[in-house]
């Protein structure tokens, strides 16, 4: 599951396992927004990944949302920005718009404390 | 076909030589389209600016609305203010249920909402996900129609500015391909016409909605800024929005192309019809009546009002300064009945104070009471209350617009004029008189410690009409207009005139006791001469008779003398000789008989 998505419609994605540490695992829940295929989505959703497992690991979830097949679920998250990441948990939810190519930013965003 | 379009331009030309005129959509907003000659421009974009409150939101969210119940076109509000449930509230006060219009797929609510707070950018992004959701939402429904609520929120809500010019350019591109017409709403920025200069990217129409606020009252107006590809109204148009929606009223047009019918209407007043050469006002004309307080003016124009009431027809009574019970409790004192008339729905009353709203709005409520009630007759009273609202320049080219308008409907109006008491009583303080076609005077006349009510009329077009000031007396049947005293003590009126009228019956009252006297002296005298004269004739007659009878006895005397003699002449035998002396005689008595009866 790790890697480039050939079709990222909500797709979930995490370090470990899905049967092994569900509550740790789902500490960090985050959704990406993106619609279709285009280099942007391909470029965040590599950007995220890489965030997460060097800051995350094992203690994320990414469910990559594509707006091309689902639109309908651009308002839930009132999404306007592609492609936006979108941190469900912890609360409060915080919204990362761009290609996540700003590692600094991301981790603000994200309020991860860099080691 | 690129090709083909770049080397010869005058064919294609040649095949578009009618080129197809700008094809418009109508909002179903009233007037609008009117002022717009057809509505917004089809399958492109209108930018509605104004500041806060001016009713940018509902004018667009009316435009769907109307577009899907009336023109049978869907439509989508995408909102970035207020949630769907806060604008199906603010809307359904003007009787928009938004939730079934969602329910039948002619609308589609989408609220967009950004926090700034919870958003962070991190490298390049588009608006791909806001162009998703429109396009989702516009298949959805297969609409035609659609509303973007203060675009501008993007500006505040994205941090890179750049990112979002290019992404509405694209946006309004995208738009334009789909064929929709798009109405976007802008907050007007400080000296532009929006905030973010929108107005770049929509260059297709225009329309700015202003809040003014003179002398406390504020007035809506809208204007249309640009117009590309069409003719439109310049002016300032007055709008409002009541229970119905938003009325945008064009009427500014001014004309001198009415009808003039010959048809009469009565006044309500006999006497004043026959002042006005026995007939009346003429259909469709104006009437001013102006005077001082108290002075009879609103109960001239109940009577119009009923008499018009009372041949069926229908009238509209703009009441500024009085409500609507209290004019029929006032007009029932002096016998007008003024309430049956308001049951049977011929009469409707429109009571405001002047100071409600501003002059646009008040011509712009009374043009639309008039569309909607279709009156015959239309009173306004009074119009010189306007002045609180605006000076009398503007007052006069309101009232100039109203009585184009009136007569244009063939409805004749009465506008009563308050005029102070130190100004010139001929002063119709705003300055109207020259529109108007008949103008009565009202006018208090202080003299003897009273004051009476003399009317006149100034003028009246095209009316042989008296000119004659007649006193003006309320009684508990309404108005009677009396002829007031003209004599040798000069006008007199009220109570001067019945003294004075006391006074010459008196001494009418003396010379036909004189001229009766004589006259019976003429008869005595006659009497008694002609008794004189049956007197002596009676005398006569028995004086006749007498010597008649005298003579009747002489003559038989004389013949007894004669036959006496003849008898002792035949005893004597004398001759024939002595008959001579006897003739003689006979003739004599003849004689003098005659002469008696002559």
Known sequence: MKGTPRKPSRRSTNGHSPQENDGEANRWNLRLYVAGQTPRSLTAFKNLKDICEEYLKGKYHIEVIDLMENPTLARGDQILAIPTLVRKLPQPIRKIIGDLSNTERVLVGLDIQPR | MCLGGAFVPTNSRRLRSKPTALEKESTGIPGFDEITRGGVPKGRPTLICGSAGAGKTLFAMEFLVRGATQFNEPG??????????????????????????????????????????????????????????????????????????????????????????????????????????????????????????????VADCVILLDHRVHNQISTRRMRIVKYRGTSHGTNEYPFFIDEKGFSVLPITSLSLRHKAPTERVSSGIQRLDTMLSGEGFYRGSSILLSGTAGTGKSTLAAHFVEAACARGERALFFAFEESQDQIIRNMRSIGIDLERFVKKGLLKFHNSRPSEFGLELHLAMIHKAITEFKPNVVVVDPITNFLAVADSGETKSMLTRLIDFLKLHEITAMFSSLTSAQSEIEDSQVGVSSLMDAWLLVKNIESNGERNRGLYILKARGIAHSNQVREFVLTDHGIELIDAYIGSEGVLMGTARSSQLARERAAELDRQLATAHKERELRRRQDLYEAQLLALKGQYETEREAILRDLEEEKKRLEGIAAQRREIARLRKADNSGNNEIKIQENGAKKARKGIVR
């Open chain 2, 76 to 201: 989508v509000f995408i909102s970035f203010e207020e949630s769907d449930e806060e604008l199906a509230t603010n809307v359904a006060s003007l009787n928009f249920d938004l939730h079934e219009l969602v329910a039948e797929k002619k609308l589609v609510l989408d609220y967009v909402f950004i926090e700034r707070s919870e958003i962070e950018e991190t490298g390049e992004y588009d608006l791909e996900g806001l162009f998703l959701r429109l396009d989702h939402a516009i298949t959805s429904i297969g609409a035609k129609r659609i509303v973007l609520d203060t675009l501008e929120a993007l500006f505040s809500a994205l941090p890179n500015e750049a990112i979002i010019r290019a992404e509405l350019r694209r946006l309004f591109r995208w738009l334009k391909e789909k064929g929709l017409t798009v109405v976007i709403t802008c907050e007007r920025g400080n000296g532009t016409l929006t905030r973010y200069g929108l107005e770049e990217y």
